[in-house]
């Protein structure tokens, strides 16, 4: 039912040096489902001179024909979509339901790349000089490192991997060794695609020797990271020391304002399935809700009472809305969270505690009365904890929702368009969803500012990141 835990490098899958090796765990049952090579030094080296490689021919590789090996890639994610989601929802813990959404997800995102390759469109700037010719073209950057999290283990990979390679540029992704099934999988049908040898690398290994020896290796000319704010500062600054270009998608504190004339039951149902979903583990999950004092009471009642129905368990079982914590780290996190929330003041309306002594299950928790002290209105939660925050004015809300230094996503219901738009404008976040979640789709960029990042993956943005300009100024032959 699981997958071989391997490298894949130079087009082999291989076991590296395996001179060490990590367990990777069941986060619904804390049982050990297979051990992960860990990268030596000799396999990175492997795999950066087979990204150079792989650089070389893929870069020579028309977008046209580019094109049609993605497709193809996005034609065996979706027959293999079943398999690739049993891996995740097994070394993840998220419901089946949410793996296949995710894995069968991947197919749009590569056909979106494979598309948006062939319109990598330079210029031709007219010229004083009639005798000269100015070319503004677009080329690959180059090999590019790329290191992805364990919440969306297909998600977070594909966006990179597709992005990348319908540039022509090569890639060496660090996937992540809590949760590497699914992301083979997903490697192995750009493998059985016909991607050339070299082109496409995935390795696991200690993140910090990974990160350190490619993003200092003079082949790696970009780095793409998504995880936490603190491990973004400290590969941005090693990259700009070898100034590498970089996109970081990074930690989030997002928003969610309720005004008083929105509709309240719709905002209290998709409230409460954007921040369970992944047991809240979504660097765009609401994480401050922000409701009107006119509807604070009827908002509070209908979300605690839909958190509270949620039915928690192994994500296999077929009932089951919300899984275990993919890690135990998480649960220490959340369980600090809250005693420190407790203890300045909050109420729990519902949740509250972890489930059971077996995996890593924590209930759905509402909080009231969380003082702005608490450390859980300042700190990515990255878990399933909401506490709900009462407002009276519009103003007043805004400068609250701008005050953290994140600004990845931001939530806001209101009947009104003059609000809605005074929301969107005013917000400040890389993206704001109005009476909807309409995130993270393949046309769409996705991205933060402030500590949350900087770049977007998605979108012509999203191929953009793995281009750059190159001017050519010609007298004719
Ligand atoms: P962490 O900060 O140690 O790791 C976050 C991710 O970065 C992991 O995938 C990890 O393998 C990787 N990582 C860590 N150090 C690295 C390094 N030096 N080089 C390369 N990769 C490195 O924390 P964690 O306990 O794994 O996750 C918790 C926090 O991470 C959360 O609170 C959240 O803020 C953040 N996170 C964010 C996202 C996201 O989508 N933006 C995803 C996962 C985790």
Known sequence: ?????LFYIDGAWTLGEADRTAAVVNPATGE???????????????????????????????????????????????????????????????????????????????EWYAEEGRRAYGRIVPSRNPAVRQLVVREPVGPVAAFTPWNFPINQAVRKIAGALAAGCSLIIKAPEEAPGSVIELVRCFHDAGVPAGVLNLVFGIPEEVSDYLIRSPIIRKVSFTGSTAVGRKLGALA????????????????????????????????????????????????????????????????????????????????????????????????????????????????????????NFFAPTV?????????????????????????????????????????????AFTASLKTATELGNRLQ???????????????????????????SEGGSEGLEAYLTTKFISQVGC
């Open 1 to 5: 039912m699981y997958t071989d835990l």
């Open 367 to 411: 909080l009231v009365d969380t003082p702005a002290e608490a450390r859980l209105l300042h700190e990515e939660p990255f878990g399933p904890v909401a506490p709900l925050l009462r407002f009276h004015d519009l103003d007043a809300v805004i400068r609250d929702a701008n005050s953290l230094d994140y600004g990845l996503a931001a939530f």
């Open 32 to 110: 050990e489902i297979g051990r992960l090579p860990l990268a030596s030094r000799k396999d990175l080296d492997s795999a950066l001179a087979a990204a150079e490689r792989g650089f070389a021919i893929w870069s020579a590789t028309s977008a046209y024909d580019r094109s049609a090996i993605l497709r193809r890639a996005a034609a065996l994610v979706r027959e293999r979509h079943e398999h690739m989601a049993r891996c995740m929802t097994l070394d993840q813990g998220k419901p089946l339901g949410e793996s296949t959404l995710e894995a069968k997800s991947a197919a749009d995102h590569i």
């Open 240 to 359: 700009a020391e070898h100034l590498k270009l970089t996109t970081m998608e990074l930690g989030g504190h997002a928003p969610f304002i309720v005004c008083a004339d929105a509709d309240v039951e719709a905002a209290a149902a998709l409230a409460c399935t954007l921040k369970f979903r992944n047991a809240g583990q979504v660097c765009a999950s609401p994480s401050r809700f922000y409701i009107h004092d006119t509807v604070f009471d009827a908002f509070s009642r209908r979300f605690a009472e839909l958190a509270g129905q949620l039915k928690v368990g192994d994500g296999f079982a077929a009932d089951s809305q919300m899984g275990p914590l993919a890690n135990a780290r998480r649960v220490k996190a959340v369980e600090e969270l809250l005693a420190d929330a407790s203890a300045a003041g909050a109420r729990v309306l519902c949740g509250g505690q972890r489930i059971g002594d077996k995996g």
């Open 429 to 455: 976040s890389g993206m704001v969803s109005i009476n909807h979640f309409g995130l993270a789709l393949p046309e769409t960029p996705f991205g933060g500012i402030k500590a949350s990042g900087h770049g």
